[in-house]
């Protein structure tokens, strides 16, 4: 799917070309915010124009015209006015206003100007001169769309009126409420000779007050298409059953519950729906595609080390690497075979004396292919690890003593992610290391890709436990746990942790990151605990791999053991960017102080310890990391099924809108899959469901139902 093209680019590539920018083949949206562009490294709203342009096909862009606040009148005497030069014969203008129109409870603010005016009203008059919107929807409503209908018509370019899409505005009955369709009948103000009528009350079969209605009927009156986006998501937000369901999902919460603008999920959903319409009205039809993504089965359930070796191959070599590939791991203990020969050597501190090199099979797991999700049933009871011995014909004497033949970064991973792997989820599985502690680097995970998201993984290592290759790389972490003791969070790229637990052995160094992409490594929410004894007090958060690139902060940490009071530590003659802290606290919730924090380093370069309040709450902003990149989307989990009954052996549950499959559960253990919520069991026992999301990751299992046969 090609990315939506903004004006400039347009530009750009119509000069390339040798052309004139009115030779494009063009569709203009004009709306409000709801559709309007936004800056996605600041903030997580979107507007659905911005991906409109990803369902057109043949050359056709989509220039989005759309600015948040504007109503109609603003619509014909700003937004029109700014693109009409640009639209040229055989174009389209999709038009979008009403949110705005509503200002005033659906009274013309140029016809208040005026009474407040005859009344001496300065204050109130100053008001309305200010905000300068409001229409009303059987009259200057209609107008001001119907200007900018007959101004596109000269231009030879086809006008197509777009209802507002509704406010997540839900009702006790689950429904969405008339003001949430745009439809003031409830509640309405009315402004009559000299006076305003306050808080009025119509019929629902009366639509004077319905911006929809009237847009519908100017659509009518102009011989022109309408598309009913109203109606549409007044569906689509049905569908999640309920405000919280359909809120969480669709809706930017930003810092207050913002009921109508929408997150990228949110504008995704919206742009593909009005595309679908447009389709299906006959409107642009050979130019837009929309894809087809429905309800099927895991690619791959796994319950051996074979099905697991066979299942990882098949999606690597996969022709459609568009397409998710989603593999469930089944409880169990998976020790992955060693593969081809490959020489080995390790050299001494002088990188010249050889101390062991001769050949042995690759202990690593190889995933080359882009979108795979590895997901496990349980994460503490699915492990992943290697086939290979600690004994005494695979060790050797190393430059800091006994180590073992596969050591090293480039040798000893269980998951090597190459640079093609884009997209990779794990969720709910351990990945540990084959390699015992103290015996030199042992890695869970390899990461040379990017866009790789770490659900409830537990990654179990000594030193580099994870380690990130791609200086370009975005990695996220969402809840699980990594344990280790030296520099077991290590490498390059950027990478939030969220809610991550750090499983700290005595000793060593917590994070060592090296050049990152743009901000660095985030500890955001996580929690700092002990894997063995005496941890208090004897590690470090962190060392500099590299000179004034490294980047790593922690933010609102729980240390239930705490680091050394100086913090940060020395890497050969390295230095950070920043390595700094905010809201440490220890295990009883008191504030660590950092006033005794490390704040020179290779002997002369200076580091402040201490992040500011204003400083945590930016680096917090996963925005500013990740930008277009939503990985809280895709971790999003499915709803816990409810309402689970049980009749003659035929359980049945709520359906839920965001669940891809439903797994069935017997006495504890996934048995059975499902597209639809029910099942019909074949035997008896105690029954739960869980729910998966997109990805393929699993909730928590449903209340428990019994079912004899």
Same mark, same amino acid.
């Given at each position: 799917?090609?990315?939506? #093209?903004?004006?400039?680019?347009?530009?750009?590539?119509?000069?390339?070309?040798?052309?004139? *920018?009115?030779?494009?083949?063009?569709?203009?949206?004009?709306? @409000?915010?709801?559709?309007?562009?936004?800056?996605?490294?600041?903030?997580?709203?979107?507007?659905?124009?911005?991906?409109?342009?990803?369902?057109?096909?043949?050359?056709?862009?989509?220039?989005?015209?759309?600015?948040?606040?504007?109503?109609?009148?603003?619509?014909?005497?700003?937004?029109?006015?700014?693109?009409?030069?640009?639209?040229?014969?055989?174009?389209?203008?999709?038009?979008?206003?009403?949110?705005?129109?509503?200002?005033?409870?659906?009274?013309?603010?140029?016809?208040?100007?005026?009474?407040?005016?005859?009344?001496?009203?300065?204050?109130?008059?100053?008001?309305?001169?200010?905000?300068?919107?409001?229409? =009303?929807?059987?009259?200057?409503?209609?107008? &001001?769309?119907?200007?900018?209908?007959?101004?596109?018509?000269?231009?030879?370019?086809?006008?197509?009126?777009?209802?507002?899409?509704?406010?997540?505005?839900?009702?006790?009955?689950?429904?969405?409420?008339?003001?949430?369709?745009?439809?003031?009948?409830?509640?309405?103000?009315?402004?009559?000779?000299?006076?305003?009528?306050?808080?009025?009350?119509?019929?629902?079969?009366?639509?004077?007050?319905? %911006?929809?209605?009237?847009?519908?009927?100017?659509?009518?009156?102009?011989?022109?298409?309408?598309? @009913?986006?109203?109606?549409?998501?007044?569906?689509?937000?049905?569908? %999640?059953?309920?405000?919280?369901?359909?809120?969480?999902?669709?809706?930017?919460?930003?810092?207050?519950?913002?009921?109508?603008?929408?997150?990228?999920?949110?504008?995704?959903?919206?742009?593909?729906?009005?595309?679908? #319409? #447009?389709?299906?009205?006959?409107?642009?039809?050979?130019? *837009?595609?929309?894809?087809?993504?429905?309800?099927?089965?895991?690619?791959?359930?796994?319950?051996?080390?074979?099905?697991?070796?066979?299942?990882?191959?098949?999606?690597?070599?996969?022709?459609?690497?568009?397409?998710?590939?989603?593999?469930?791991?089944?409880?169990?203990?998976?020790?992955?075979?060693?593969?081809?020969?490959?020489?080995?050597?390790?050299?001494?501190?002088?990188?010249?004396?050889?101390?062991?090199?001769?050949?042995?099979?690759?202990?690593?797991?190889?995933?080359?292919?882009?979108?795979?999700?590895?997901?496990?049933?349980?994460?503490?009871?699915?492990?992943?690890?290697?086939?290979?011995?600690?004994?005494?014909?695979?060790?050797?004497?190393?430059?800091?003593?006994?180590?073992?033949?596969?050591?090293?970064?480039?040798?000893?991973?269980?998951?090597?992610?190459? @640079?093609?792997?884009?997209?990779?989820?794990?969720?709910?599985?351990?990945?540990?290391?084959?390699?015992?502690?103290?015996?030199?680097?042992?890695?869970?995970?390899?990461?040379?890709?990017?866009?790789?998201?770490?659900?409830?993984?537990?990654?179990?290592?000594?030193?580099?436990?994870?380690?990130?290759?791609?200086?370009?790389?975005?990695?996220?972490?969402?809840?699980?746990?990594?344990?280790?003791?030296?520099?077991?969070?290590?490498?390059?790229?950027?990478?939030?942790?969220?809610?991550?637990?750090?499983?700290? =052995?005595?000793?060593?160094?917590?994070?060592?990151?090296?050049?990152?992409?743009?901000?660095?490594?985030?500890?955001?929410?996580?929690?700092?605990?002990?894997?063995?004894?005496?941890?208090?007090?004897?590690?470090?958060?962190?060392?500099?791999? +590299?000179?004034?690139?490294?980047?790593?902060?922690?933010?609102?940490?729980?240390?239930?053991?705490?680091?050394?009071?100086?913090?940060?530590?020395?890497?050969?003659?390295?230095?950070?960017?920043?390595?700094?802290?905010?809201?440490?606290?220890?295990?009883?919730?008191?504030?660590?102080?950092?006033?005794?924090?490390?704040?020179?380093?290779?002997?002369?370069?200076?580091?402040?310890?201490?992040?500011?309040?204003?400083?945590? @709450?930016?680096?917090?902003?996963?925005?500013?990391?990740?930008?277009?990149?939503?990985?809280?989307?895709?971790?999003?989990?499915?709803?816990?099924?409810?309402?689970?009954?049980?009749?003659?052996?035929?359980?049945?549950?709520?359906?839920?809108?965001?669940? &891809?499959? &439903?797994?069935?559960?017997?006495?504890?253990?996934?048995?059975?899959?499902?597209?639809?919520?029910?099942?019909?069991?074949?035997?008896?026992?105690?029954?739960?469901?869980?729910?998966?999301?997109?990805?393929? +990751?699993?909730?928590?299992?449903?209340?428990?139902?019994?079912?004899?046969?």
């Amino acid at each position: 799917m090609k990315q939506q #093209l903004t004006r400039v680019a347009v530009c750009i590539i119509a000069i390339l070309l040798g052309c004139n *920018i009115q030779a494009a083949k063009k569709v203009f949206t004009l709306g @409000d915010s709801t559709m309007a562009p936004y800056d996605v490294n600041t903030t997580k709203m979107r507007g659905w124009g911005m991906y409109f342009g990803n369902f057109l096909t043949h050359g056709w862009v989509s220039l989005n015209y759309a600015k948040g606040g504007r109503d109609s009148r603003a619509g014909y005497n700003e937004l029109w006015q700014n693109a009409k030069d640009s639209v040229g014969s055989g174009d389209y203008v999709l038009i979008q206003f009403g949110h705005n129109d509503e200002k005033f409870n659906g009274m013309d603010n140029q016809e208040l100007q005026t009474f407040y005016a005859a009344q001496g009203n300065e204050a109130q008059l100053a008001t309305v001169r200010k905000d300068k919107r409001g229409t =009303i929807p059987h009259s200057t409503y209609k107008e &001001w769309l119907r200007k900018i209908i007959r101004e596109v018509k000269a231009k030879g370019a086809t006008p197509v009126l777009i209802s507002p899409v509704c406010r997540c505005y839900f009702g006790a009955d689950h429904k969405i409420t008339r003001a949430g369709q745009h439809d003031l009948g409830d509640k309405f103000d009315a402004l009559h000779q000299d006076t305003i009528m306050t808080q009025q009350h119509i019929d629902s079969d009366n639509h004077d007050m319905d %911006y929809p209605y009237h847009m519908r009927q100017l659509a009518k009156e102009e011989h022109i298409s309408f598309v @009913d986006m109203t109606t549409a998501t007044k569906n689509l937000y049905e569908q %999640y059953g309920s405000f919280d369901a359909c809120y969480a999902a669709l809706f930017d919460k930003g810092t207050t519950t913002d009921k109508t603008h929408y997150n990228k999920k949110g504008a995704m959903a919206a742009a593909q729906l009005c595309a679908q #319409l #447009l389709k299906e009205q006959g409107i642009l039809a050979k130019h *837009i595609t929309i894809p087809t993504e429905t309800k099927h089965a895991y690619d791959a359930v796994v319950s051996t080390t074979a099905e697991l070796c066979h299942a990882i191959a098949a999606a690597n070599s996969r022709k459609d690497q568009q397409t998710r590939y989603r593999i469930l791991v089944k409880k169990g203990t998976y020790k992955m075979p060693t593969g081809a020969m490959k020489h080995y050597k390790h050299t001494g501190k002088d990188r010249t004396t050889v101390l062991w090199e001769g050949d042995l099979p690759d202990p690593i797991t190889y995933i080359t292919a882009a979108n795979l999700s590895l997901i496990g049933e349980d994460r503490d009871a699915t492990i992943i690890t290697q086939d290979i011995s600690n004994d005494s014909s695979m060790l050797f004497k190393g430059p800091f003593g006994t180590a073992h033949k596969y050591e090293t970064i480039r040798y000893s991973p269980v998951f090597q992610l190459t @640079d093609a792997a884009v997209g990779t989820y794990f969720q709910d599985i351990t990945i540990k290391s084959g390699i015992d502690d103290r015996l030199g680097r042992n890695l869970a995970v390899y990461d040379c890709a990017t866009n790789t998201i770490y659900k409830n993984t537990l990654l179990y290592g000594y030193q580099d436990t994870w380690t990130s290759s791609n200086e370009q790389g975005l990695y996220y972490f969402e809840g699980g746990q990594v344990r280790g003791r030296t520099d077991y969070l290590c490498g390059k790229g950027d990478a939030y942790f969220n809610q991550l637990e750090l499983l700290q =052995i005595a000793g060593g160094y917590t994070a060592v990151p090296s050049k990152p992409r743009n901000v660095g490594w985030v500890f955001k929410n996580c929690t700092i605990s002990a894997s063995g004894n005496d941890v208090d007090g004897t590690y470090t958060l962190g060392r500099p791999w +590299g000179k004034a690139t490294p980047v790593a902060v922690f933010i609102d940490t729980r240390m239930n053991v705490k680091p050394t009071t100086l913090g940060w530590n020395e890497m050969h003659d390295g230095w950070p960017a920043r390595f700094a802290e905010w809201n440490s606290r220890d295990c009883n919730g008191v504030t660590i102080e950092t006033a005794g924090r490390k704040t020179i380093f290779a002997n002369s370069h200076e580091n402040n310890p201490t992040l500011t309040e204003k400083e945590a @709450d930016t680096y917090s902003n996963m925005n500013r990391m990740f930008g277009d990149w939503q990985p809280t989307d895709d971790t999003k989990q499915a709803a816990i099924p409810v309402d689970i009954r049980v009749n003659a052996g035929v359980l049945t549950w709520s359906k839920s809108y965001d669940t &891809w499959l &439903w797994a069935i559960c017997k006495d504890g253990n996934v048995i059975d899959f499902t597209e639809q919520p029910t099942y019909t069991a074949k035997q008896a026992g105690i029954y739960s469901v869980r729910a998966a999301n997109p990805m393929g +990751g699993l909730s928590a299992p449903s209340a428990t139902v019994t079912v004899t046969l």
